[in-house]
């Protein structure tokens, strides 16, 4: 009885030790909590998107939340997980942020509880297969939605982030950056009476507060001119800069075709991307769980997890653990 237990414990292992290989160090991507209920991809669908990637040429890839909710990361709309479906809380204003001390220190205070687990998630196994096919050369530029930074941790070189990152603090009044992780460390030492800790992070890196602990908050202004720091991510009802919608533009005139992965394109900043596309006579394939505001210009379409459907096309791919980038 005793050996056939430490057998069934060896092979255990073994079968980690593997996945680990395949997702790299995902502690967060065996959690899919907040990844709404769907259909596994069925044969035809994975032989239509198989066909559309291997015919297409060069792709332009355009990612959202719902890439990012497999490392851990809850999305604002999914059915049932998202933010809207399990919160009244709703994402801070840029005009709110900019206008009112209080709206700001509030919301710096909540990113500082949530920083460290925000900062440390890693890429899952849909980053990581982007990396590969951006390195064969069929992914030619990466437009993120997201902040969260993973492709870069994944290692993808061409990348336009769209909404900005959470890695980056900017000051409104003079436009100084610094890394993130610096202002961590300042916000510490201001702020070393707050002991709370978090384990369950909002889409953009924050979590929920007392008054009391947001009320006690201290934050800096920007050691180069004395103004309000930001972090360097368009807020809802802020604009994207000129500057990277020409960028966009640009990775999408030059590509063939156009790949949709975790979105549902609500915000028309990332569906301007399908009109573009859709303009410039370009086949668009999309995977998402649940409806997308481009559904009806899709070749093809797919509502299954990303993760799920780049494994299965590309089962052979080895990831290294190591092969994470670090900011």
């Known amino acids: 009885m005793c050996v ?18 395949i997702l790299g160090n995902s502690q967060n991507f065996s959690s ?52 809207y479906a399990t919160s009244i809380t709703r994402p801070t204003l840029y005009q709110d942020f900019c206008k009112s001390e209080q709206v700001r220190r509030r919301y710096w205070a909540r990113n500082y509880i949530g920083w460290p687990r925000f900062s440390s998630v890693q890429p899952n196994v849909t980053h990581r297969t982007l990396k590969y096919l951006e390195d064969i050369g069929l992914v030619t530029g990466i437009v993120t939605q997201n902040v969260d930074g993973l492709h870069t941790k994944a290692g993808s070189k061409n990348i336009i982030e769209l909404h900005g990152t959470g890695f980056k603090v900017m000051c409104l009044n003079c436009d100084n950056k610094i890394d993130r992780k610096l202002l961590q460390i300042k916000l510490d030492k201001l702020n070393s009476s707050i002991k709370h800790v978090s384990k369950i992070i909002r889409p953009d890196g924050d979590v929920e507060l007392s008054n009391e602990i947001v009320n006690d908050f201290i ?39 156009l790949l949709v992965l975790g979105t549902s394109l609500t915000t028309f900043s990332g569906y301007r991307i399908i009109l573009q596309a859709i303009e410039e006579n370009k086949k668009v394939a999309i995977v998402n769980i649940g409806e997308t505001r481009a559904d009806k210009h899709a070749s093809v379409k797919l509502e299954s997890r990303c993760g799920e459907v780049l494994k299965k096309l590309y089962p052979n791919i080895q990831f290294d653990n190591n092969s994470n980038q670090h900011f």
């Open 4 to 21: 056939i237990k430490v057998l069934l414990m060896k092979i255990k292992r073994s079968s980690n030790v593997q996945l680990s290989r």
């Open 219 to 257: 934050l800096p202004p920007c050691e180069n001119c004395g103004g309000i720091l930001k972090p360097d991510i368009v807020f809802f009802g802020d604009n994207v800069a000129k500057k990277v919608v020409d960028s966009v533009r640009n990775i999408v005139t030059k590509s063939d075709g």
């Open 32 to 83: 899919l909590v907040f990844v709404p209920k769907c259909e596994p991809a069925n044969d035809n669908d994975l032989s239509r998107l198989e066909d559309y990637l291997k015919n297409t040429g060069n792709i332009c890839v355009l990612t959202g939340a719902g890439i990012s909710t497999e490392s851990g990361i809850p999305d604002y709309r999914s059915q049932g997980v998202g933010l």
